[in-house]
């Protein structure tokens, strides 16, 4: 008997890992390749804040940049490598939400620009991580079994994974890939990301963001990613993706800013990450939308609909849809998460997965 059982073991759930074994608790996770064998793996693991006017996602990932940053510093400094971040406008439009950054944030701002690209741009102090041996070592203290979960039955006070583990807890951190649940307001935006890392002789030292993303020059390898394809998914799409169509854009993108010569390609990186339809994560309990609507929907469909008056899957939870900001919001989501279920410390109700219970049935 497992305290608690977390299935996917890209970033999310590795994440929750961590906090769950830093408590003490006896955990699994679960996976059916390996450890960010996904979209985390294939991620740059560039840690950004996000370039926008306003808004709660802008609030939110500011928040978890902060916390994220200071997490990784902290924790697993030898994963984290510090960077100077230099983000750059792609249009005019891009340019006027970056202005107003800069007038408004209060992160500290630099004036240097050493690439010598004439666009609008933003500077500051950032970093990059390892995307695969940072899940491996959230992992640690953690069992890890290679195994894909198809069956999830509660019994008896606890759950019942693949008719064999059971766990008192369970968090699902699958991505966009098919739910354990048959529950049809939970929806996820799949986004094909491809990473490819390259030899060249052009020599970079900083983090720069434009129409993708390029990492620091390391022993003369740099990192660019990630295409964003929503046509692909690999669970439902009949062709094989093109890797060398994705070569091919990846380089076209990272050499509208970066000059790159004697470019060898040695390495790619693909995944699927996930994000909601509201671009916002998905955090904390799961509503049970059978047991809830048997009560009738009068409380519902009201405008504000009070969230604890729904009927949810006991010790049953979710982090998911963190999009391309996953290596950000994932710690501070998974302290979040944690604290929920080990103090009991509410979730804000923007990202608990009810919302998109109580759109859907005002919706059908």
């Given amino acids: 008997m497992y305290d608690i059982a977390i299935v996917g073991a890209g970033i999310n759930g590795s994440s929750v890992a961590y906090e769950f074994v830093q408590a003490g608790k006896n955990v699994v996770i679960f ?26 996602l802008k609030e939110l990932i500011h928040e978890a940049f902060v916390y994220s940053t200071s997490f990784y510093e902290k924790h697993f400094p030898k994963l984290y490598t510090k960077t100077r971040l230099l983000h750059f406008a792609q249009d005019d439009k891009d340019a006027d939400i970056l202005k107003y950054y800069k007038k408004h944030t209060s992160l500290k701002l630099y004036d240097e620009n050493p690439t010598g690209l004439d666009a609008e741009y933003i500077s500051l102090d950032s970093g990059i991580v390892d995307a695969k041996s940072m899940c491996e070592a959230l992992c640690e203290g953690a069992r890890f079994i290679k195994e894909k979960i198809n069956t999830l039955v509660y019994e008896d006070s606890y759950w019942v994974l693949n008719d064999t583990y059971a766990a008192k807890e369970v968090v699902l951190a699958t991505g966009a890939y098919k739910s354990l649940l048959n529950e049809t307001y939970i929806k996820l935006r799949g986004v094909w990301g491809h990473r490819i890392d390259i030899k060249t002789s052009t020599k970079n030292e900083n983090s720069i963001h ?22 692909y998914h690999p669970e439902s799409s ?18 509208r800013t970066l000059d790159l010569e004697n470019v060898e390609v040695i390495k790619d990186y693909v995944g699927l990450r996930s994000g909601s339809f509201d671009y916002l994560p998905l955090l904390g309990a799961i509503v049970n939308s059978k047991e809830t609507l048997a009560m009738g929907e009068k409380n519902i469909r009201v405008k504000k609909p009070d969230f604890e008056n729904f009927t949810y899957y006991p ?41 998109f219970f109580a759109r859907w049935v005002k919706k059908s």
Avoid: C
Wanted: no cysteine; proline share 5%; hydrophobic share 40%.
């Fill in 210 to 231: 434009q129409f993708v993303s390029i990492s620091p020059n390391k022993d003369g390898v740099l990192a660019i990613g990630a295409t964003h394809n929503v046509h």
């Fill in 31 to 56: 996976d059916e390749s390996a450890i960010a064998a996904g979209g985390s793996g294939a991620a740059g693991a560039f840690i950004s804040p996000k370039f926008s006017k306003a808004g709660e």
């Fill in 238 to 255: 009949k062709e094989p993706y093109d890797f060398s169509e994705g070569r091919i854009e990846l380089l076209e993108k990272a050499t």
């Fill in 315 to 355: 010790n049953l939870y979710m982090i998911n849809g963190n999009g391309g900001y996953g290596f950000v919001l994932a710690p501070y989501l998974a302290k979040k998460l944690s604290d929920f279920i080990l103090r009991g410390k509410k979730i804000d109700k923007v990202l608990s997965p009810a919302r």
